[in-house]
Every structure is written in C-alpha cells, then in structure tokens.
C-alpha cells in the first residue's frame, strides 16, 4: 500500500481499495478471516498513517480528512525507496538517528552494526565466551562503540563468567552487536572458514549473514537519501556496501568491478602488479596469457576490453562533473 501511494497508483482511499481487489489478495477470502477486503485495506492504511508513513492531504476547504487524497512522508518515501520493512523502518530511524550522536568511526565497525540486518537477530545465539574474546581483541575505540550501541563490557564479562544479572539488556542490541562483531571479522580477514571456525557457526550461517548484510546495506543507502537528516551516511556506505559486496581486501575492490574478476583472479593480478583499472586497461593480453596461470587468451582480452570499458565510463562521468562546476551560471549579477 505505501508503494502504491508512493508511486502514485492510488491517492485516496476508495482508489487503493479498487486496486487491492485487482490482487491475489481479494481471491483468497481464507487469508482474511472474519474480515472483508476493504476492512483489512482501510485498517492498513490507518495504521501507516498513525506511524508517520502517510499523511493526510488538505482538500480545498484546508481540512484534513484520510477519506480524501492521501500523501506519503518522507519516511514512508524512505521506507518503500529502501525497501526497508514495515516492522523495522521505526527501528532504523532511531538507530541512525542515535547513530549521529556519537558515530566512531575509527574502523568500520560502528557503520557494521547499523547495517547489521534485523531479520537475522533471531537466528543468534551467542556464545558468551566467544563473545568475550572477541570484545577482548578490540581496540580502546572500538571497545567504545559497545558502550555506545548499549552493551557495556560490564555485561559481556559477567555473562562470559556465569554471574548473576540484575538488569538484562535488549536481547535484539546484544545480538545485533554479536552479528556485528561476526561481520567486522569478516572484513578483516576475508576466509569465511577462519571466521566459522573462530565462532564456531556453520559457515553457511557467516555466507548468509554476509548476503543479507550486504543486501541490508544498500536498503539502508536509499533509505538515507530520501533523508537529509542522514547525509553523512550518504557519504559512509557506498565504500562499506563494496566492502560487504565483495568481501575482499580494500586493495582488489577495484579490480573486481572488472567483469570476469573474481577474487582469486584479483589477487593473482594484484601480486602480478596490476594494481588499477588503469593497469588493467592498458595491459596487454598476450602477457596477461604468459604472466597469470590459467589464463586463457579470450579471457585476458575480455578483461582488459572490460576495463577499459568501465574506466571510460568512470571518466566521462568525472568529465560531466567537472564542465558542470566550470560552467559559468546565467544568473551572475
């Protein structure tokens, strides 16, 4: 329904329940028990707009009535941009919103929790011991981001020791950071196995983690830019997002942007002094094919097409940037 207020399908509320019964929805009466279509529908919308999602537009008289047009705000514009979920869009606002309070950003780790997805926190259990070690091998200021996102080092010891707790924390910040700590490893050493194996979780849970994370990442981007209170995540995430994308050392994130390059290629053509997309675009094929193993002749020449493809693309972009900041403006007095 925001998306349908959002992209301006239907304003009004007579309208959105007219598209509602074209959907699967209004064929399917043993989903709505003891409810009609147009009750779930009307229920729905005062639910979203009870929670800042849509507002209610003035008719000509200046008086408000959600039986007449309605409009979304620019956090239901967020929401649905984002594709951030109905149940967690609140949520977000608020850690972003706590976020700027404080942002550490030393290292990543601080921007790894806010992007830590939440449909992951109920497949976490931590382990205390593991937990503690891990909150051990931090930096002072990293240390410090626990502090800030609600779970103290008070905590964790006493829960890595076994004692008594008065006053429990939230079960989803304790989690979230545990999921966190997972991800900040994980960009340090980049081996899915060493970080299975040093919290002991099966990898396909670090593999999963890792997806959703990068997938939550870039819902969390867009969600800042229909935000301009968030304008210093607008900054932020772009490089995070790569980093959880790709998931390799900074250094090869630019040759894996090259179509056909993987991360073993990366490194492979890294140690061999191709370090750019400068490099690889003026390399030669036929030294590539003597120089990396494995490498085959159609595959060296897709590559350096490829890069040469995407460093004319980066260059005419950089060229629109510059003829627009030296473009002499037509209203100078």
């Given amino acids: 329904l925001l998306s349908v207020v959002g992209l301006k399908i239907a304003n009004n509320p007579e309208e959105i329940y007219q598209f509602m019964s074209a959907t699967l929805l209004s064929i399917q009466p043993q989903l709505l028990p003891d409810k009609s279509l147009r009750d779930v529908t009307m229920e729905a919308l005062q639910w979203l707009i009870h929670n800042g999602l849509l507002k209610e537009k003035e008719n ?3 008086e408000k009535n959600w039986q007449n047009n309605l409009g979304i705000t620019q956090l239901g514009r ?3 941009k984002g594709s951030v979920e109905l149940a967690h869009c609140d949520t977000l606002y608020t850690d972003l919103k706590k976020g700027l309070e404080g942002l550490i950003l030393e290292s990543y780790l601080h921007l790894i929790y806010l992007i830590t997805p939440y449909d992951m926190i109920p497949q976490c259990s931590p382990n205390w011991m593991v937990y503690f070690k891990q909150f051990n091998q931090l930096s002072p200021i990293e240390q410090q981001v626990t502090s800030t996102v609600g779970v103290p080092e008070s905590f964790i010891t006493k829960k890595a020791s076994g004692q008594a707790i008065k006053n429990e924390l939230d079960s989803n910040t304790v989690n979230r950071l545990y999921l966190s700590l997972i991800l900040h490893t994980l960009l340090r050493e980049t081996n899915i196995w060493e970080v299975s194996e040093k919290f002991n979780i099966p990898r396909g849970f670090v593999q999963s983690l890792l997806n ?10 867009h969600f ?3 935000l301009d209170e968030f304008w210093v995540y607008k900054a932020l995430l772009p490089e995070l997002t790569k980093r959880l994308s790709y998931c390799v050392k900074a250094e090869l994130i630019p040759l894996m942007e090259v179509a056909g390059v993987l991360e073993a290629r990366a490194k492979q ?3 061999l002094g191709y370090k750019t997309l400068a490099h690889l675009a003026n390399a030669d094929p036929e030294l590539l094919v003597k120089s990396v193993v494995h490498m085959s002749r159609t595959q060296a020449r897709k590559i350096v097409s490829s890069a040469k493809m995407l460093l004319a693309e980066k260059t005419e972009a950089l060229q629109e940037e510059v003829e627009e900041l030296l473009r002499i403006p037509t209203d100078v007095p």
């Fill in 269 to 271: 053509l890294y140690n």
């Fill in 224 to 226: 800042c830019e229909e």
């Fill in 78 to 80: 967020a929401t649905f």
């Fill in 212 to 221: 959703s994370a990068a997938s939550f990442s870039t819902s969390v981007l």
């Fill in 60 to 62: 000509s008289d200046g």
